[in-house]
């Protein structure tokens, strides 16, 4: 190896070459301790390769490699940029929405729900005046299926879009407590 003597002495920059890293990180292995000089700019080849790599043995033992290395800071931030990209092809296509989109269609249905639950009172006891118990019962169990069904069949897509079309995305109105 171009940098190594016979008498097994390696200079700084064939130790970075060998390493695969830069000066920089060199220094920071001798001022942690990792390596150790013999002299300016020149290592014990063999001692301070086996010293290296027991570092990187106990780094991968403890968990404690370096999150500051460049390519693995690299693919990560190339990574977030394509889920970045990929989410807003998702969302052009609408197969995503924003969380406050999600929250305004499901208080809307909540809402809705709850106006009819309410009015089912109004709506039916004029009907079940005179009634029996068991008649009474059977009346309110069938205006309870009516908006159970209703909230089935709650279309979350229309409302969405009626919402984006309505206004930029970002902001909703929605009634927080509504009386039937």
Do not use: W
């Amino acid at each position: 190896m171009e940098g190594e003597n016979s008498k097994g002495v390696i200079t700084t920059s064939a130790l970075m070459q060998l390493f695969d890293c830069s000066h920089t990180q060199i220094a920071r292995l001798i001022d942690a301790g990792v390596i150790q000089k013999t002299e300016r700019g020149k290592f014990n080849t063999a001692e301070t390769i086996n010293r290296y790599i027991k570092y990187l043995r106990d780094k991968l033992k403890h968990g404690n490699v370096d999150e500051t290395d460049y390519h693995k800071e690299k693919t990560l931030h190339e990574r977030a940029k394509r889920l970045g990209e990929e989410m807003k092809l998702k969302k052009a296509y609408g197969q995503v929405y924003p969380a406050d989109l999600i929250k305004f269609a499901v208080l809307s249905m909540t809402n809705t729900a709850k106006r009819q639950l309410l009015n089912i009172p109004t709506k039916t006891a004029p009907e079940l005046e005179g009634k029996t118990a068991s008649q009474i019962s059977q009346h309110l169990k069938h205006e309870i299926t009516e908006v159970l069904k209703d909230l089935q069949e709650y279309d979350f897509e229309d409302v969405m879009a009626e919402s984006v079309e309505d206004g930029d995305g970002e902001s909703y109105e929605f009634e927080e407590n509504p009386e039937g």
